[in-house]
């Protein structure tokens, strides 16, 4: 069983910053045995999109409305994910949510964290 939980969300003035977490736990989980970690976030009557992507290789996929503004960190020994957001604006308020995707018997399973709430206004 894995289980992501997020930290860090909060209000935030345009500009300004906040560095969220995603600590991931479970008994035989690691982040290098996931095919992939993300982050998405979701804002109020829109759908949930991709921010950031990692793949187990490494390779990063960021979202253009946040490239050279968010940046991601991955430390695979404390089982967490770090999302770095800089110059933030009204439209980067949202629910951030954490991901981990593997496959299991040839099928993709995705794990969810329950959100972190990030508002971004003056």
């Known amino acids: 069983q894995v289980q992501l939980v997020e930290s860090g969300g909060g209000l935030v003035q345009p500009g300004g910053s906040l560095r969220l977490s995603c600590a991931a736990s479970?008994?035989?989980?690691?982040?290098?045995?996931?095919?992939?970690m993300a982050w998405y976030r979701q804002a109020p009557g829109k759908e949930r999109e991709l921010v950031v992507g990692?793949?187990?290789?490494?390779?990063?996929n960021y979202a253009d409305p946040v490239k050279g503004r968010f940046t991601v960190y991955r430390d695979n020994d404390k089982k967490t994910v770090t999302l770095q957001m800089n110059s933030l604006k009204p439209e980067d308020t949202g629910v951030y949510l954490c991901?981990?995707?593997?496959?299991?018997?040839?099928?993709?399973?995705?794990?969810w964290g329950q959100g972190t709430q990030v508002t971004v206004s003056s």
């Open positions: 991901n981990a995707r593997t496959r299991v018997d040839g099928k993709w399973v995705d794990y």
């Open positions: 990692i793949r187990s290789n490494g390779n990063l």
């Open positions: 479970g008994s035989t989980f690691s982040i290098n045995g996931m095919d992939s």
